[in-house]
């Protein structure tokens, strides 16, 4: 559910009297307090000027480079609770881009406790090293990582990261790290520019020595919002958080962007440009999948355009959605390093209704993959007012190629190129595209080939016609192919999928054919 709320400022007052936190114990009901008195403070802080906390880094740490950057290094056995209990925490040092401190507290006992900077908790290797003599007072810390051992019983593995503005990432057993989750967007690709809401303390509660999840609590503050969040953390072979925020607005927001998801499509099947790389294709993510309030299945591919995309797929109380790694082979990117085929998918399932609104996908010109270009996220289309304030609960957590509940064929490969037959006399215009869908797995497992498949196709500008539909070789799925003549420059927006004895055996295949890609 997102409640919309009014902020009063006689609270807001109120809260500023309040005093240090501190809990009697770490069980649920002590978490829940400890969650509202940082929901307080976060109000409070709504009513006061925003500071970006950059100011209060050390001179020395703020000239750092990436290559200095990498030679600090965190001494592992000075890891947070590593020879009690199957959790540790590491910690990231400031300098780099990490030029806002973040406060870290250890509620343990009963105690919330700050967590205070100590150089001797790293190594400064080779030109590091100089900054041994430099004042590090206030050098504060930039993030944390979480360990676990998820693959073994004998070593903690690392699982989760919060570093940087909002952000997180989540990997689980034999996943290698991709995407990123995080806190909030808020206007994303929009004119005026994005703001980056970044957390500014965290509190690690302390898990008893057995227990195999964890909580972390996070306060937000950026100029237009501040918040309180709440994770509760359980690693394994996917990692699963709860997400449990209040959020409180400074001042207006035009585009607030609900649990979002950060990725990379540098290219893959979608790219219709020669690409100078001898790897097939390079991406975190190649899919957004979309459950519908109604109970549908969306599959829209991923892009790397020539110009920004932003596109919305409204919906009522969405069942969830996520960015998602389908190509698994490893013959797809062979990357011996990136190991691509290895990137985790995130799903995000509301907890409570989302009501109105729509699934934003925001598709960014990137020309190569060392830039995150690719976010999706929810958009209420309740709009966020200064003085409102929001509640929210969902779950997000890291899958493979496929959902457990997708009982549907997917969406297995997406191509186009030009739809003329070659040597005709009149050849067709070069703008006429020739798409293939090829979907395989699920309600499509074990279908004969001479089952009466059928294609349903829409297309909301331009003239489609030669639709077919044919079983793959070797009962590797099945095709649907057609061609589009596109109405001038006009996008044309896609929608298809697969049909036997007139139900759907297949997700929808959804996809936006701009002309101007071409």
Same mark, same amino acid.
């Given at each position: ?7 009063? $400022? ?25 969650? #509202?008195?940082?929901? %307080? !403070? ?11 906390? @950059? ?43 990490? !030029? ?11 105690? @919330? ?19 041994? #003599? *430099? ?16 693959? /073994? ?68 503050? @950026? ?12 690693? $394994? ?103 691509? #085929?290895?990137?985790? @998918?995130?799903?995000? *399932? ?7 609104? &729509? ?25 966020? %007012? ?23 064929? *997917? ?5 186009? $190129? ?26 499509? !497992? $074990?279908?004969?080939?001479? *089952? ?9 500008? &331009? ?39 007139? !139900? ?5 295949? /959804? ?8």
């Amino acid at each position: 559910m997102i409640t919309l709320m009014r902020r009063h $400022g006689r609270l807001a007052l109120f809260v500023l009297l309040l005093p240090a936190v501190a809990v009697g114990d770490t069980g649920e009901a002590s978490i829940a307090t400890l969650f #509202e008195r940082v929901a %307080a !403070e976060a109000e409070a802080l709504a009513n006061a000027p925003y500071d970006s906390g @950059s100011d209060a880094l050390p001179e020395a740490l703020k000239q750092v480079d990436y290559d200095t950057y990498r030679q600090i290094r965190f001494r592992p056995d000075a890891a947070l609770w590593k020879d009690d209990g199957l959790f540790s925490v590491q910690l990231f040092h400031t300098g780099f881009l990490f !030029e806002s401190p973040v406060q870290l507290n250890v509620v343990e006992n009963g105690e @919330s406790t700050p967590l205070d900077f100590d150089p001797d908790r790293f190594r400064y290797d080779d030109d590091a090293a100089a900054l041994l #003599e *430099q004042d590090l007072s206030g050098a504060g810390h930039a993030g944390f990582r979480l360990h676990f051992p998820l693959n /073994n019983a004998s070593y903690h593995d690392e699982f989760a990261v919060f570093l940087g503005a909002s952000y997180f990432r989540l990997v689980g057993r034999d996943q290698g790290y991709g995407l990123s989750a995080r806190g909030l967007a808020i206007d994303t690709a929009r004119p005026k520019g994005e703001e980056f809401p970044a957390f500014r303390e965290f509190w690690l509660v302390r898990p008893a020595a057995s227990a195999t999840q964890m909580t972390v609590l996070a306060l937000l503050d @950026s100029p237009s919002i501040t918040g309180a969040y709440r994770f509760h953390i359980a690693p $394994g072979r996917n990692i699963v958080v709860d997400v449990e925020a209040t959020l409180f607005a400074r001042r207006k927001v035009e585009t607030l962007g609900i649990a979002p998801l950060t990725s990379m499509f540098a290219h893959g099947d979608t790219t219709i440009r020669a690409v100078d790389d001898h790897r097939p294709s390079v991406h975190d993510s190649d899919g957004l999948l979309v459950h519908t309030g109604q109970s549908e299945w969306i599959w829209r591919p991923l892009t790397n355009p020539r110009s920004l995309r932003v596109s919305s797929l409204r919906d009522d109380n969405p069942e969830g959605f996520g960015l998602v790694q389908r190509e698994r082979d490893f013959d797809r990117y062979l990357d011996l390093e990136a190991r691509y #085929e290895r990137r985790p @998918s995130m799903w995000v *399932q509301p907890l409570e209704p989302w009501s109105a609104g &729509g699934i934003e996908l925001v598709e960014i010109p990137a020309p190569d993959e060392t830039h995150d270009n690719i976010v999706a996220y929810w958009v209420s289309d309740t709009p966020l %007012a200064a003085g409102d304030s929001l509640y929210l609960r969902y779950r997000t957590h890291t899958f493979g190629a496929t959902l457990p509940q997708q009982t549907l064929g *997917q969406v297995s490969r997406t191509r186009q $190129g030009w739809g003329g037959v070659p040597g005709e006399v009149d050849p067709a215009p070069r703008s006429r595209r020739h798409f293939m869908v090829d979907f395989e797995g699920g309600a499509l !497992e $074990g279908l004969a080939p001479d *089952q009466p498949v059928e294609a349903s196709l829409e297309a909301s500008q &331009g003239d489609t016609h030669h639709l077919s539909v044919r079983a793959l070789p070797d009962g590797k799925g099945w095709r649907a192919s057609f061609r589009l003549d596109p109405d001038g420059q006009r996008p044309s927006d896609m929608r298809l999928h697969l049909r036997l004895h007139g !139900e759907p055996i297949s997700e929808t295949w /959804n996809h936006v054919w701009y002309p101007n890609e071409q």
